[in-house]
C-alpha cells in the first residue's frame, strides 16, 4: 500500500537525514506534525506499535536535525518508539511493510540501516550499550557522540541501574535521554516512578526557557526549589542532570541538545511526553493504543489464552488468599487487569524487572504463600539464574505462567518464544506442561499451583485457543500423557498446540497420535509402549529442535537402547524472523500439510 506524500510536502523533502538538517529551524514544528500525522495515517492501516512513536516526534526531530548520525551513535531503548526515526532515516517508503513478513522490523535492526546502531527488542538495554559505545569513540579519538534513549518504564529495570552505576563512574562523553510519558505499555509502578513525579511537579511552575537560562548560568541559588536540581537520584549517581523539560518543545530541545553537545560530560536530560500525543483516542487512552493490530477473525466467543489464566486466576483466589500473583509490567496482555482489580492485595506488578520478580516469588514461597509468577517467554530467558538458583535448587513450589510461548509472530526474532523448553528441560526437579488447548490449559495451571514439591510451568502460545470447553478444575497426574489415535508402525508424539496440525498427518500415515502434555517428567512408560509396537517415531513441538521436548525422547530412547528411527520436527537453529504465525508455520513446515510433508519425505528416504 503506497501513500501519497506530495500532502506531506516537509516531510517528503525530509526523507533523509541529510535533507532533514538543511531545513531551516522554523520549518520543525510543520515538519513534526506532517511526521506525526504520516505515522497515524500508515499505522493505523498497515498496524504496528503507535503510541509510544507519537510522542517522540519532537525528539527524533531534533536529535537528528543536532547530532551527526550515523557517525554519532543514536540508540533506542526497546524500539517501540523507533517508528519516527525509521521514517527520517531513508525508510518512509516502506514503513506500511513495518512488523510484516519480509518487511521493516518493529524494532531497530543493524542489519536494515546503518542509522540503527544497536539490534534491540527488549527493555533496559541502551544505556548499557551506549555507554560502551561511547567508551569505545573515546578511544577512538573522533569526537564520536553517542545518545540513548530509554523511557522513565524501561529504566526502573535492574539492568539500566547497573548501567548508570557504572556510567557515573566512568564518566565518559555520554547522554541519556529520559523520555518520561509515565508509561510502559501499563502504568508505571514503583519508588523511581514516585521520584520522577516529584521531579515533575517541584519544577512545573519553571517554564522551560528559565531552566535553561539556570543551567547554563548556573545561577541555582537565586530561583525557590532550584537546588533540587542536585539533589535528583541521577545527580547522586553521578551524571549531569538536566529537566525536565517539555518533550514536544522542539526549539526548547535543539537549544538544550546544541549546548550538550559542546561538552564532554555523562548527562541525564530529563524530557517529558505524551504518549499517543497529537491522536485523541492514544491520548486518552495509552494502553489500548501501544499498538494497533489485526482484529481476530476468529469468534469473540473463544478464548485466548491469556483469557483462560486469567480467569483460572480469579477462580483460585477466591477459594485461596495465599496466592500471590506476580506480573512484570504485563498486566494486559497476561490477562491479568480483572484479577488485579478484584483481589489488589494478592496482586504485585513489578515492573520490567524479571528477575526480581522470580526471586521476590521465591521470597513469597519460602514464607508459605503460593507465588504464581505470569511472564513472557522471552522475557524469562531474563530470569533464568533466578529460576536455577533461587527456585529449583532450593525446590520451592511456584507455578510459571508463560505466555507467548513458541512463534509470536509479527515482533520478529527478540520476542519469538521458541528457547524455553530448551533452557527449562536441563534444570533438575522442574515440571514442564505444554497444553494443546484451553481446557488442558486450565487444568495443568491448577496442577502446577497444587504441585507443592518444586517449580513448575505451563507454557502457552499467543492467541485464541480452539473453542474447547472448559472443565471443572482437576490435577493430572505427573507426566502423564493421552493417546488421541491408534495407528500402525509410526508413532507420532506431540508435545503443545500443534496437535491439531499433527491430525492430519497422523490421520493420512495411519498413525498413533499422542498428547505427550508433559516435556518434564516424560511418559517414559508409553515410549516404551509404544517402541514394542512401532517402527518410526515422530515427536512436534513449537520450539527449537536442539535440546528440545524432542532431544528428551531421544535421550530416553538411547538410554534404553531403543534403537528406532526418530525424526524430530520443530524449529531450526536459527532466529525465527517476523510474519504472522500463520505464515512462520507455513515457512517452516509446522501447518498441518507441512508436518505431513517432512513425514511422508523422511519415510520416502528410508
Known sequence: MNFNLTKYPILSFANSVKNLRCLPIEELPQLCCELRQYLLDVITISHGHLAS?????????????????????????????????KILTGRIEKINSIRKKNGLHGFPYRDESEYDVFSVGHSSTSISAGLGMSVAAEKE??????????????????????????????????????????????????????????????????????????????????????????????????FKYLGPFDGHNIFSIINILKEIKKKKDTYMLHLVTKKGKGYLPAELDPIKWHAISEKNKLSSEILSYSDVFGSWLCEIATFDNKLIAITPAMCEGSGMLKFSRLFPKQYFDVAIAEQHAVTFAAGLAVSGYKPVVSIYSTFLQRAYDQIIHDVALQKLSILFAVDRSGIVGNDGPTHQGIFDLAFLRCIPGIVIMTPSNENECRQMLYTGYMYNQGPCVVRYPKGKGIGTLLMPMNSIPLGQSLIKRYGKKIAILNFGVLLQCAFFAANNLDATLVDMRFVKPLDKNMILKLSSKHKFFVTIEEGVISGGAGSAVNEFMMINKICLPVLNIGLPDIFIPQGTQEEIRHDYELDERGIYKQIFCWLKKE
Not at 204 to 211: N, R
Request: hydrophobic fraction near 40%.
Open 53 to 85: 512513536g507519537l510522542g517522540v516526534v519532537e525528539i527524533t526531530v531534533a536529535l537528528h536535525y543536532i547530532y551527526r548520525t550515523p557517525f554519532d551513535n543514536l540508540l533506542w531503548d526497546i524500539g517501540h518508539q523507533a517508528y519516527p526515526h
Open 141 to 238: 579519538g573522533k569526537n564520536r557522540k553517542t545518545v540513548c534513549i530509554i523511557g522513565d518504564g524501561a529504566i526502573t529495570a535492574g539492568m539500566a541501574f547497573e548501567a548508570m552505576n557504572h556510567a557515573g563512574v566512568i564518566k565518559s562523553d555520554f547522554l541519556v535521554i529520559l523520555n518520561d510519558n509515565q508509561m510502559s505499555i501499563s502504568k508505571n509502578v514503583g519508588a523511581l516512578d514516585t521520584h520522577l513525579k516529584m521531579l515533575r511537579n517541584i519544577k512545573k511552575s519553571l517554564k522551560d526557557e528559565i531552566k535553561f537560562h539556570i543551567w547554563k548560568q548556573k545561577c541555582y541559588k537565586n530561583i525557590k526549589n532550584i537546588n533540587f536540581y542536585l539533589h535528583s537520584i541521577f545527580s547522586h549517581l553521578g
